[in-house]
């Protein structure tokens, strides 16, 4: 019978086992910290919480029917003419018609097809025969009527509103009315006026609906008056300006 070596009951101290720092929680073990939990206000997503301002409102569009109806009818002569001499004609004729057709198109383009007023809730939008003015409604000062109706801004430039004519006729045919709707009015003891049943001039009506929504608008944009020239206009006739001079002259 044998006897157990005390020796070998006992655990071998070198002998690989479980140590008291594998058995407690690393401090630098990775984990959730308060820094991490909170948003932080750099990162991509923080900006989302940041209140949007409210989208414009779809365009109002202010055209001259009068000025279109012009446009589609002189574009339509002027090709018969211009085709029509370049087809029969003899010599520099055709070459004549072409510089004049160059010439006479973006001109009869900007002055009838072109102009338009485009007004939302933000800005206004003039659309000129040779430029383009964009306005915050905060860089507006004025819209004021007289022989032609313009548009004023902060530092007290004035452009031209083409899209909207002033009508001095229908002016004074309106001012008879509303005399003659006044008048009916008093013999009949009424003291209100019925200014609705007078038909206004049509750049009038249209002058103030901008003026109503410049004074009812509370849009944040700011910024200064932009004024780009239309080069796709201005390039084209000066080109057939100068090819019909040089061929008159040569």
């Known amino acids: 019978m044998t006897t157990p070596d005390p020796a070998a009951s006992e655990p071998d101290p070198a002998a690989p086992g479980p140590s008291p720092a594998a058995s407690e929680p690393s401090p630098a073990a990775p984990g959730p910290s308060p820094a991490a939990s909170e948003a932080d206000p750099a990162a991509p997503g923080a900006d989302q919480a940041a209140p949007e301002p409210p989208p414009a409102d779809p365009d109002r569009v202010y055209r001259s029917p009068a000025g279109i109806a012009a446009g589609v009818f002189l574009v339509i002569l002027s090709g018969w003419l211009g085709a029509d001499a370049i087809v029969l004609g003899e010599g520099r004729t055709p070459w ?26 933000r800005r206004l939008r ?3 025969p ?31 509103l083409w899209a909207l004519p002033v009508s001095l006729r229908g002016r004074k045919r309106a001012a008879r009315a509303e005399a003659r709707a006044m008048s009916r009015e008093a013999r009949a003891g009424h003291t ?11 750049g009038d009506v249209a002058l103030g609906e901008l003026r109503e929504l410049a004074g009812d608008t509370d849009s944040p944009e700011k910024g200064l008056t ?11 006739a000066a080109a057939g300006a100068l090819l019909l001079i040089i061929l ?3």
């Open 130 to 160: 040779f430029r383009t003015i964009v306005l915050p409604w905060r860089a507006v000062a004025a819209l004021r009527s007289g022989y032609s109706n313009e548009v004023v801004d902060a530092e007290g430039k004035a452009f031209q």
């Open 248 to 250: 008159l002259l040569v």
């Open 126 to 128: 003039v659309r000129n």
């Open 226 to 236: 932009e004024a780009r020239w239309c080069w796709s206009i201005i390039a084209p």
């Open 96 to 121: 004549i018609a072409i510089a004049a057709l160059l010439c006479v198109f973006p001109l009869v383009t900007a002055f009838t097809l072109r102009p338009a007023v485009y007004a939302n809730t």
């Open 192 to 202: 209100a006026t019925s200014v609705h049943e007078v038909r206004q001039p049509q």
